[in-house]
């Protein structure tokens, strides 16, 4: 074997490397930097998003409290239960489908008013938001639940009816 032969592909594959090396490096280096620009922009997008979320969902919630609000000055809701009540409430859901579900409950925690068809009343008080609003006498956000009345996931709203 020639020793000057074996030398000059050594020397090739050295300078083949230290071509390579800077070039790898470069590469990942723009990778990398593409990749942390990538995830700033994700970043940016998700708090965007989450931003008019947040907004939408606190609109919602301020809508649903002047609904609440004028609901609870129809008579026909005064009355628990009833074809009178069940119609006032399936009319008003129909029209903000929005809502899983609308009832009314006595002050004993009986639902026997609901948008919905009933097979039988459904008993809330064990509910925290029913519990909440009774002790507070205000508008309440409750906890996400699965809804006795619709089966879905629901946040509940709730506002007292009060006599006052």
Not at 88 to 107: E, Q
């Amino acid at each position: 074997m020639n020793p000057f032969r074996s030398g000059i592909r050594k020397q090739l594959l050295i300078l083949i490397l230290l071509i390579l090396i800077p070039v790898s490096a470069h590469l990942w280096y723009t990778g990398y930097t593409l990749q942390q620009q990538a995830l700033a922009y994700a970043e940016l997008q998700v708090a965007q998003s989450v931003r008019i979320f947040s907004d939408r969902q606190q609109r919602f919630i301020e809508e649903t409290r002047s609904m609440l609000t004028v609901m609870s000055h129809i008579p026909a809701l005064g009355q628990v239960s009833g074809a009178e009540c069940n119609a006032a409430l399936s009319n008003m859901h129909a029209k903000n489908p929005n809502y899983s579900t609308m009832v009314v409950s006595d002050s004993t925690g009986i639902i026997d008013c609901c948008s919905l068809p009933l097979k039988n009343p459904l008993i809330v008080k064990d509910r925290e938001w029913f519990q909440r609003a009774e002790r507070t006498r205000e508008f309440v956000v409750g906890n996400f639940i699965i809804s006795r009345s619709s089966g879905k996931a629901s946040l509940p709203f709730a506002y007292p009816v009060t006599d006052t």
